[in-house]
């Protein structure tokens, strides 16, 4: 890959270790959006963040946290790879609007409104009323705008997606999710939905999880490259990135963690099914951070110019990570004397 | 006052509203070290910080945070008063270590390891028994010193005070008491823990709570420059500050929380007494702090040159801070990045 690119994967939750650190580092990543918190209420999310706390001091020679965008640019400079910290919900905040520049302060940097059910703040992808932003919720999102928290609707219903987008005065990201037009899933996104985020200047992390692609697991890289070109066409080449949701290593019961969080009594299977109801197999040209490169690599037979592979591959991401974080709240010292 | 000390109070725990913090301007005070827990848990404090996070938001144009003591000296710049988090007790870290780390990222940069009775980290100054500094205690001591936080033992046991001396690598903190030798409270402190301190380069906060005061709500200016005298001479000059443990228009309610928090069902009456329960009566000529002046100058008076009236004032104080401050802990983008 080109060394002046800046590369970002927009979503990942695996089972840490510095064996996968080290494969991010021979992968070329330069940051990686985390998951601290599915279900965790705030309590839960400050142990989350403890545990990246003694993960920094462990493996402080391969990562390193990012608090602002420009952490990520000082990540690739010092050989490291930037942590960025995010929400697949807001169960974090509670029902506390101040808890919100709270987490900001300690690094969050991206939150989901939903995870899959209704929220405090609006609906979820695998509802079946969807009644849009709550009144909460709108408070929450404006307080996002100000602290600089970039509002992610990966996991959220439709209606609830639209408002968001047209509430905020920032751009709104789908971190990780594809056009439904590849994939009819829950989780996926309709044009409607792909044309507010372009519009709001946001961005799209097309997902490497094969639930999330056409044909599963047997998604080939060319189909995958085929809904990159479309969606590059139809969003802008500015509003495409990456958001692989790699799990790497994680036992079944993360993923009903994931999917069940202490909600129900009864199994959901999420994008699976019963008779399906495990990870899925792994794409064979995407086992690991070290795979990056051969996505790159057939991009670019694909047409994509350097230029373009660039932005894709992690340039889009930080430009809406440092649009979003332009904010006057004072996160430490240096950005509140200005 | 001279307008090149740094003017530091070394505790507080006021009403707070515009009027305080335009008095504390009013009175040339660069920065406030102020109490967010005395026994709320890691999740109230939270939302203790989200209430300090709206006061910034409305009052911003007298007080700032402080997460750095470089901030310090950039409030006083701006003109605006320096908010120094700390907690009086070690419950919002509960029983996890980690929770030190973040809770420094959110700008606590002092604790007391324990506030009157037995914590999990050492014996309180009520306490009958005092078996040192706990299992516990001794690693977050090694944590404090390793993130930055400040270690105060103000509310603490004698021994478990030493011991703490003894076992941090960093500076032991009094923010706010005095000597047993002006008044024999359980809250003051014998000569043998002030040596304690000056040796490990720490501080003591003078105290102006009547209660700590030789003659209580009577104690004289003079008697209090005494007192700052003696002890200049015995711990040595930089040594010494102020910890005023102002409690400004704070309700009965707020000095039994203080006192009382959720362990007992009886009254404790800390430092008062069944027959004297309440706020001990403000001394004449420290009602609030627009009255440091007053303190400087009879400290003048009693024989201060310039230069350690700059070190009582708050010179002292932004020095220890520093000290303690000096670590590879990243709490910010830019002090990770060096």
Chains 1, 2 share one sequence.
């Not at 942590?83 to 905040?93: D, K, R, V, Y």
């Not at 969050?108 to 709550?134: H, P, R, V």
């Not at 970039?150 to 920032?170: C, G, K, P, V, W």
């Amino acid at each position: 890959m080109n060394q002046e690119w800046i590369v970002i994967d927009g979503l990942q939750y695996s089972n840490w270790s510095r064996e996968i650190f080290d494969q991010m580092r021979l992968g070329g990543v330069n940051a990686v959006h985390v998951t601290v918190a599915y279900h965790e209420n705030t309590r839960e999310t400050l142990t989350r963040l403890g545990e990246w706390n003694q993960r920094f001091e462990t493996d402080g020679d391969l990562i390193r946290p990012v608090f602002q965008p420009e952490d990520i640019v000082t990540a690739k400079a010092e050989g490291r790879v930037g942590i960025i910290f995010g929400a697949q919900n807001c169960s974090p905040i509670e029902d506390e609007i101040q808890l919100i520049g709270v987490l900001r302060r300690l690094g969050l940097m991206i939150m989901q409104l939903t995870y899959n059910n209704q929220s405090l703040l609006g609906a979820g992808c695998y509802e079946s009323e969807d009644g849009g932003i709550t009144r909460f919720g709108r408070q929450v999102i404006r307080e996002m705008n100000r602290v600089g928290m970039l509002i992610d609707m990966s996991h959220s219903a439709e209606r609830s997606t639209l408002e968001a987008i047209d509430f905020s005065e920032q751009p709104v990201i789908i971190s990780h999710a594809n056009p439904s037009e590849f994939r009819p899933a829950l989780r996926n996104k309709s044009n409607k939905v792909l044309d507010a985020v372009a519009q709001s200047e946001g961005l799209l992390g097309f997902s490497l999880y094969p639930f999330h692609l056409k044909n599963g697991p047997d998604c080939s890289l060319e189909d995958f490259c085929d809904m990159v070109a479309w969606t590059a066409e139809r969003m802008g080449i500015e509003r495409i990135g990456l958001g692989s949701d790699l799990c790497q290593s994680q036992p079944q019961a993360v993923l009903e963690w994931m999917r069940n969080g202490r909600w129900s009594k009864q199994m959901d299977y999420g994008e699976g099914s019963a008779s399906d109801s495990g990870w899925p197999d792994a794409l064979s040209w995407f086992q690991d951070n070290r795979d990056f490169k051969g996505i790159a690599d057939a991009l670019s037979r694909k047409g994509f110019n350097d230029h373009e592979l660039g932005l894709i591959m992690g340039g889009n991401w930080l430009n809406v990570l440092s649009r979003a974080a332009t904010s006057s709240f004072e996160t430490s010292n240096e950005s509140g004397s200005a």
